[in-house]
């Protein structure tokens, strides 16, 4: 089945939607994915009480009242003491709690989604909704017709030293006592390898580190001696004209099966590539527009500031994955070893590891989305991140420096910039001018007008 059909350089070729990774397909195989093992202390989800002979929790007096999820926050502010009294529990019978007949989906659902297989869900994509595959693009084809669009390359990453040395016991070996950013802590490479091999959390820890070229003293660029470099065919990023005070804008990413990021789109409206070093993953992307609604399960404020999602990628596949694979405008494609990703400025996107993986992901500026970047740090200033606290305007930064280094580009960027805010305008106008003549009323969505925002 053919996926693409291309433009431009006769070099290019078509892929088929073939599986990345034959190693991977045979792991996956091997997962039963029919049956969830018991609750290790016998909780049951909560529609079991209804036919069950028996309810412990009506055994607890005023708590019973209460919905489980506010019992566990209370719950959370006790130590072990203070819970050992509560019960009226002596130390040597703490062990021996029973939860039989207890039903909870509170406390059931993390063990089911820590339990769950990936499989039903990144496999079988619907051809319709398969990101395309290509070997590889010139800077002209990106620019002309690929900027837009999501896209897996197979070739360029393979010939990255990163990608011939690197494996987890290779990084354990060589930075094991050096510390990298996961979630909010700092932990070196041997405890959170530790913690990838034993864990058995829902929503495992995300190796998420920007500032790891300095910590394992890489050189990367396309000089000699390089360990990786960017895939030439996405051309200048313009946050480089920024040079020490630009964003940040790499990051060294390490994560167990089913570790990943939940919906989101990247900062400052940037674009971004996301090269697997080890392993795979499962990506499931949607356009930002005001004609295409937010992914199903995501709850998006006027401003687009905040976010509301379940709390993790398990959960939201199995509430509404199936929903999603309807959806107008839903991409989805597996970015096996040695193959890279494109996200485009304003997608949204899930990602989540299918197996244990390493990657290198990177945010850019490219021209077809300078105006994008001018008007994210113009209009909405409260939610550009990355900066240095010292940098107290972004915007008139970038404006600067774009100015001294490609004035043309920038006065493009800028005239851009403005076409868009005359549509608004306009658009605007004619709505008001509707709701005058005709009592029309409308509601936007807490969308912009153009779009990829």
């Not at 990101?131 to 017709?145: E, Q």
Request: proline share 8%.
């Amino acid at each position: 089945m053919l996926l693409v059909a291309m433009h431009g350089d006769d070099n290019l070729e078509l892929l088929s939607s073939h599986q990345p990774s034959a190693s991977r397909t045979a792991s996956l195989e091997e997962q039963d994915t029919s049956l969830v093992p018991s609750h290790p202390s016998d909780i049951k989800p909560l529609g079991n009480a209804y036919t069950a002979d028996e309810n412990i929790k009506l055994g607890a007096g005023p708590f019973a009242l209460l919905p489980d999820e506010l019992i566990t926050q209370i719950l959370e502010w006790l130590d072990v003491t203070d819970l050992m009294t509560l019960n009226g529990i002596p130390k040597s019978s703490l062990s021996q709690i029973s939860c039989i007949n207890l039903f909870s989906d509170t406390l059931y659902r993390p063990f089911l989604c820590a339990r769950t297989s990936m499989l039903p869900y990144t496999e079988n994509i619907p051809p319709a909704n398969a990101i395309p595959r290509l070997l590889n693009l010139t800077v002209k084809d990106f620019a002309n017709h690929w900027a837009d669009k999501p896209f897996i390359l197979t070739d360029p990453v393979k010939e990255w030293p990163v990608y011939k040395e690197w494996s987890m016991d290779f990084l354990l070996e060589k930075y094991g006592e050096t510390a990298f950013r996961a979630e909010a802590v700092d932990w070196p490479l041997n405890v959170y390898g530790h913690y990838m091999r034993s864990h058995d959390d829902e929503s495992p820890l995300y190796l998420f580190d920007h500032a790891f070229v300095e910590k394992m003293d890489l050189k990367v660029g396309g000089e000699g001696g390089s360990k990786y470099w960017i895939p030439s065919c996405f051309g200048k990023d313009l946050f480089d004209v920024l040079g020490d005070q630009r964003p940040d804008r790499r990051w060294l990413i390490i994560g167990p099966e089913k570790g990943g990021s939940t919906f989101h789109k990247d900062p400052n409206a940037t674009s971004a590539w996301n090269a697997v070093i080890r392993g795979s993953k499962y990506w499931i992307m949607f356009p930002s527009a005001p004609s295409y609604p937010p992914p199903p399960g995501v709850y998006v404020s006027e401003d687009q500031s905040e976010v509301t999602s379940p709390l993790s990628i398990t959960e939201w596949l199995l509430g509404f994955h199936a929903d999603a694979r309807k959806t107008r405008g839903c991409m989805e494609g597996i970015c096996g070893e040695g193959e890279v990703l494109h996200v485009p400025s304003g997608w949204w996107h899930l990602v989540v590891n299918i197996v244990p993986s390493i990657a290198i992901t990177q945010n850019f500026v490219p021209r077809a989305h300078l105006a994008n970047a001018l008007a994210f740090l113009r209009d909405k200033p409260e939610q550009v991140s990355g900066f240095r606290n010292e940098v107290k305007d972004p915007y008139a930064l970038f404006v600067a420096k774009l100015g001294e280094k490609y004035p043309d580009l920038l006065r493009e960027g800028l005239a851009e910039l403005e076409k868009v805010q005359a549509g608004r305008k306009r658009k605007w106008d004619e709505l008001v001018k509707a709701e005058g003549d005709e009592g029309f009323g409308f509601g936007f969505g807490g969308g912009d007008d153009e779009d990829v925002p």
